[in-house]
């Protein structure tokens, strides 16, 4: 990599060139705009598919395993992908470094959606058992396919995403603040539009055709939906894509030149030799972002099946108990786009309290607030447990108000935890030399790594102390008050990147 210029006694460069034009605060906001899309798919995910799993005929205690696709697909697709973006120039190729892999990782949650969505058609191809309360292989190996594909399609157009977003800020650190506040309202907003469409039941009557013989009203619902994720994933990925051009004067020199075979390193003994090179600082972030995590995944496996089980008392296993597990499930959806909005409000004003306080108190905060949430939700379930609900097994309204308000709150601490962790990742792999894609790539194995032991271990857990969500809840609620300590004492007043010092 060749040397950047200096400026030389006179304080002028040697060659003189006009100061760099920054790239508009628009075009930061077109550039986000594909983690609306994203999201949209992302928030169906979360909502629907651990019920749809269980209802292909996966017990309750191994619904988690499924889930262990997805981190480790993002284990390495994320890092890959990130450092062979990094080493692209922006000459050599006609979309820039990053925006080939954000349009190929969007197409690869396209046809995975299809493959999730027709997972229930496809599986009667290969001789499934149809009949209610079967269990339905077939099926279920389509669905396994296209949920990792999904999740490979995922992690390759977020991680670029972001670091297409340092690109075009220059790691200042203002304006990657704000670019990474636009990236949470994107997913704010998909997240609402994802969360409202799953609490929905009526698409089927939109899309009549999803109904068939192997698929009922629930299934049609669920590949309805996928069908406007691709809509608009190919809308906001038209806008990212085609709209907003590589800044020009940044990152051309971080590319590095084309190695030959013999002379390139291997990815992966890059990847982790980097880890040699981190400061404390460093690895604060990524302690702080794994316990952060141990909190959130058992919240985002088992949201709306909490709802549907614990608060409706419904169980997708058993046939008369089916439709109240699915309004429990819409109802949590319902709750999901509650948090959405208020995770869009928070982001608007997460920069104004990173400057006011400090971006490691925010953070710990928010982690404490996390863990409290956790807390309320076994409080909620314990009521819950313990009430009468009457001849019509409706449950009372205070409890869903009280399980509703839970999921709203948890909207702010979601927005910190999408932000602040990569505006610092982003800053502090700064001065080590590291591309911002590999950088965003070891950010996700502190996300992915915490997602594999919660992934292998929740649904066991929760089976060894009577099969409930509320033992994984109870490790959410300590991991997350552990790192907001961590967060409080080891990244104190934490700036979101250090201040440039100005060249004499």
């Given at each position: 990599m060749p040397p950047p210029r200096r400026p030389n006694a006179g304080g002028t460069t040697s060659a003189a060139l006009p100061p760099p034009r920054k790239v508009p605060l628009r075009s930061l906001l077109r550039a986000a705009s594909v983690a609306c899309g994203v999201q949209f798919g992302w928030a169906l995910q979360l909502s629907l598919l651990t019920p749809y799993v269980q209802e292909l005929g996966i017990p309750h205690a191994f619904a988690s395993l499924v889930w262990l696709c997805g981190p480790l697909s993002g284990l390495l697709v994320q890092p890959l992908i990130g450092h062979l973006s990094d080493r692209i120039a922006p000459a050599d190729s006609p979309l820039g470094r990053r925006r080939p892999f954000i349009a190929a990782g969007a197409a690869s949650i396209a046809f995975s959606v299809l493959t999730v969505g027709f997972s229930a058609d496809l599986g009667r191809l290969f001789g499934d058992n149809i009949r209610p309360g079967s269990?339905?292989?077939?099926?279920?190996?389509?669905?396994?396919?296209?949920?990792?594909?999904?999740?490979?399609?995922?992690?390759?157009?977020q991680g670029p995403c972001r670091a297409f977003l340092a690109d075009l800020t220059e790691n200042d650190p203002r304006r990657t603040r704000i670019a990474n506040a636009y990236f949470s309202l994107f997913m704010a907003l998909g997240?609402?539009?994802?969360?409202?469409?799953?609490?929905?039941?009526?698409?089927?009557?939109?899309?009549?055709?999803?109904?068939?013989?192997?698929?009922?009203?629930?299934?049609?619902?669920?590949?309805?939906?996928?069908?406007?994720?691709?809509i608009i994933l190919a809308i906001t990925t038209y806008v990212t894509v085609v709209t907003v051009q590589d800044n020009p004067t940044f990152g051309s020199d971080e590319a590095a030149p084309r190695p030959s075979s013999h002379e390139e390193e291997a990815f992966l003994f890059e990847l982790f030799g980097s880890f040699k090179y981190f400061t404390m600082p460093v690895w604060m972030v990524l302690i702080v972002t794994s316990l952060t995590w141990i909190g959130w995944f058992p919240f985002i496996l088992f949201d709306t099946d909490w709802m549907g089980r614990e608060i409706y008392r419904g169980s997708p296993e058993i046939v008369a108990d089916t439709q109240k597990y699915h309004d429990g499930v819409r109802m949590g959806s319902f709750g999901l786009m509650l948090n959405s909005v208020l995770l869009g409000i928070t982001s608007v004003v997460t920069e104004k309290l990173c400057r006011k306080w400090g971006a490691g108190l925010v953070w710990g905060v928010s982690n404490i607030i996390m863990a409290l949430c956790f807390v309320a939700m076994l409080v909620i379930t314990y009521v819950a447990q313990n009430l009468d609900y009457g001849p019509s097994g409706a449950p009372p309204t205070g409890i869903v108000v009280a399980s509703l308000t839970v999921f709203t709150i948890l909207g702010a601490?979601?927005?910190?935890?999408?932000?602040?962790?990569?505006?610092?990742?982003t800053s502090r792999v700064e001065n080590l030399g590291l591309g911002q894609g590999l950088a965003m790539g070891i950010l996700n194995l502190s996300i992915v790594i915490p997602q594999i032991i919660v992934s292998l271990g929740s649904g066991p857990w929760d089976s060894l102390f009577g099969g409930g969500n509320a033992p994984s809840f109870w490790v959410a609620a300590a991991a997350s008050f552990i790192g907001g300590l961590v967060a409080i004492?080891?990244?104190?007043?934490?700036?979101?990147?250090?201040?440039k010092r100005s060249q004499r």
């Open positions: 269990t339905r292989y077939g099926a279920i190996i389509v669905y396994m396919i296209g949920f990792w594909l999904l999740d490979v399609g995922n992690n390759a157009t997240n609402i539009l994802g969360y409202a469409t799953g609490a929905y039941s009526g698409w089927y009557k939109i899309f009549p055709f999803t109904i068939t013989e192997s698929c009922g009203v629930s299934c049609a619902n669920l590949k309805s939906a996928f069908l406007l994720d691709i601490p979601l927005s910190i935890t999408y932000s602040i962790p990569y505006a610092m990742a004492l080891g990244l104190p007043r934490a700036r979101i990147a250090p201040k």
